[in-house]
């Protein structure tokens, strides 16, 4: 908890409640050089890779690396644990075997992933995305952040060099199994009354852009008759996102971030950016509820004289851990629940690679991605203590 108190120092959003923490700004660069400070004080091994994921390795590093971690990065007015649990859990789960006298049989680190909630650049899981290929290098590098800078601009400045972005073998051949302890997001656990779960799959999910474009004018001098008003168009395709999603159980759309371009109160916009968040449990049925979102979307457009387009920015296919750790891992934890999640991680992007886990630690109201987000402390140490027992299985 202290750890947790001492990264809370940091990030803290005035003006949104909770943290703002982008990937390679001011305080995401903060936590990063405090996560190396706080790990180097129990004597691991720091280095950060090719594309600024940081590893901290306790004795000689890899292969067939037990490795646990999480992120420190944000999304914007997030909540205190979404990361940094992970993190904060895996120095204290060191520590602890450190003070028992472990000493690893096989290599172990903590791994700290950049920009998992992609709040700078859009995509998320990015640092693991271009560990494992499933992003292109040159298109990372020419992602941009709201202020007009590039990732490849963003990297250097972090001291990453962004000629060397891109699929690292030697990472993840290192990594022999990889677990990602997390604040539950959603209220599985409370329902269940326990405070710890392991993971059993996440949801597909994929972000788009949607550019809703019309007729910039006078909010005084033009009819309502002689409008083409992007924002008016951009309200109806929310509609339409809402409603292709609630006619489909289980499935999920969101639209929560817009550009409102030029964004004046006396002033009829001229474009308006959408960004939609969509996730379903199959990749079918994710790809579905796009096109019938789509479909709404066009609609709404057209009847309000405007234009869209619609760019798939990122996509990530559904996931099932791997069963065979899930089982161990539940049973060596006397039969903790599994369950699902819709959110995306890291672990989940690692898990086409190698094989990979995640533990859940309850979240009383499920809310996260928002300042309320909360675990007690006792859940909190209770997810410490599953760490501990299965990384001490393993070493
Ligand atoms: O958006 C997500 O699901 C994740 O928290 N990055
Ligand atoms: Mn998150
Ligand atoms: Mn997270
Ligand atoms: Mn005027």
């Not at 950049?114 to 290098?137: K, P, Q």
């Amino acid at each position: 908890m202290a750890g947790l108190d001492e990264i809370n120092e940091t990030g803290q959003d005035a003006q949104r409640g909770g943290y703002s923490r982008h990937v390679w700004q001011g305080p995401d660069l903060e936590l990063r050089a405090w996560f190396i400070e706080r790990a180097e004080r129990i004597g691991l091994a720091v280095e950060t890779d090719r594309n600024g994921n940081i590893w901290a390795w306790w004795g000689t590093p890899g292969p067939d690396a037990v490795v646990t971690g999480s992120h420190l990065d944000s999304v914007p007015g997030g909540g205190a644990y979404d990361g940094p649990l992970g993190v904060v859990s895996a120095l204290d789960a060191i520590a602890r075997l450190q003070a028992t006298g472990v000493t690893p049989s096989r290599p172990c680190a903590i791994l700290v992933f950049a920009e998992e909630e992609g709040s700078r650049f859009g995509i998320a899981c990015l640092g693991s995305r271009l560990m494992t290929g499933t992003l292109d290098a040159d298109r990372a590098r020419a992602l941009v952040d709201p202020d007009g800078v590039t990732l490849a601009e963003a990297a250097a400045h972090a001291g990453i060099d962004p000629a060397h972005l891109g699929t690292d073998r030697d990472a993840l051949n290192r990594i022999g199994l990889f677990v990602e302890l997390h604040i539950e997001q959603g209220r599985g656990l409370i329902d269940l009354g326990h405070p710890v779960a392991v993971a059993s799959s996440i949801l597909a999910h994929g972000r788009w852009r949607l550019t809703m474009t019309g007729q910039g004018n006078h909010a005084g001098a033009t009819l309502m008759t002689d409008r083409r008003d992007p924002m008016v168009a951009a309200a109806r395709a929310v509609l339409a996102v809402q409603e292709a999603a609630s006619a489909r159980p289980g499935t999920r759309a969101t639209v929560g971030r817009m550009n409102i371009i030029p964004c004046g109160t006396n002033v009829i916009p001229s474009r308006v950016e959408a960004w939609l968040d969509a996730r379903a449990e199959t990749d079918e049925e994710t790809r579905a509820l796009v096109s019938e979102i789509t479909a709404g979307v066009d609609a709404a457009v057209a009847e309000n004289g405007c234009a869209v387009s619609i760019v798939e920015e990122s996509w990530a296919g559904s996931v099932h851990f791997d069963p065979e750790l899930r089982d161990r891992f539940s049973a060596a934890l006397h039969g903790v629940p599994t369950l699902p999640t819709g959110a995306g991680h890291d672990a989940g992007v690692l898990a086409a690679s190698v094989p990979s886990a995640m533990l859940f630690v309850r979240n009383p109201t499920g809310i996260s991605h928002s300042p309320e987000e909360f675990a007690s402390a006792e859940d909190c140490m209770a997810g410490i203590d599953a760490l501990e027992k299965l990384l001490r299985t393993l070493l």
